[in-house]
């Protein structure tokens, strides 16, 4: 089993920017794929970014170019660094082993408002 803690939400202006951070417990974290998702109220969940255990990435088509995943395997960490915040960012952000994920963290929310 493993257990995920996000960190690293808050708010942010326009343009800002944030570093979520994704902590895991469990011995085989580090073999496994890891999501980032996110969620606002009354809409489903959608994958932002994946990361592999080889650190093969992949992006929602509208964060490419300003989110970068990334993972720390020695640690047991998964970073979502997160660069030219707008308003349609705000939400809440979820990591998960897999898509759509087997085991989720409890979310930490990113508010993007001027």
């Known amino acids: 089993q493993v257990q995920l803690v996000e960190s690293g939400g808050g708010v942010v202006q326009p343009g800002g920017t944030l570093r979520l951070s994704c902590a895991a417990s469990g011995s085989t974290f580090r073999f496994t794929p890891v999501a980032w998702s996110r969620q606002v109220p009354g809409k489903e969940r959608e994958l932002v970014a994946i990361?592999?255990?080889?650190?093969?990435?992949n992006y929602l088509g509208s964060v490419r170019g300003r989110f970068t995943v990334s993972r720390d395997n020695a640690k047991d960490m998964v970073y979502l660094q997160m660069n030219s915040l707008n308003s349609e960012d705000t939400a809440v952000y979820f990591c998960?082993?897999?898509?759509?994920?087997?085991?989720w963290g409890q979310g930490t929310q990113v508010t993007v408002s001027s």
């Open positions: 998960s082993v897999g898509w759509p994920g087997v085991y």
């Open positions: 990361i592999s255990s080889e650190g093969h990435t």
